[in-house]
């Protein structure tokens, strides 16, 4: 069994179904080169749906729900790449994250939110891989009402 899979299976993770994305008009990852490139996702259950609870983080949700939808948000980065890229021991570096939340108006917490993504990333991938550059931002709004949306890129073995 290849390491990273054999990670998660140590880790009891179960990666979820990639989200559904046939009736939108972009991919949900983009290989160029040496890159992967993902597009922004939202969190989502074992079956590819949107996850719940939705809302503002700092508002109708805590920052430790915030927290685990971007935790969410991780395990649909991995399976996009595992749909993608056939296998996750491809990945030879996590390049960035660019985390959004969507925030109540004065919740500045960010960077907490989308330690539940890059925690993750950290656990399955361990710091030599998964160490990656990040921003953490606030949004007015996202998409679905959604409490967290990322994008990642990472580069692999050709």
Known sequence: MAEIE????????????PMNTASLPFELSRTVG?????????????DGSIAKPLGKVGGQ???????E?????GLGLIATLKASL?????IVEWVRL???VNAAPGFNALPGVIN???????EVFGSEIGAHARSAVGMAALPFDVPVEIEAEVRIHT
């Open 6 to 17: 054999q990670r998660l299976q140590d880790l009891g993770i179960t990666l979820p179904q």
């Open 34 to 46: 040496d890159r992967a490139i993902l597009s922004g996702h939202v969190p989502i259950a074992t």
């Open 61 to 67: 949700l805590t920052p430790e729900q915030g927290y």
């Open 69 to 73: 939808a971007a935790r969410q948000v």
């Open 86 to 90: 056939g296998d996750l021991d491809r």
């Open 98 to 100: 660019f985390g959004m």
């Open 116 to 122: 539940g993504c890059s925690d993750l990333i950290l």
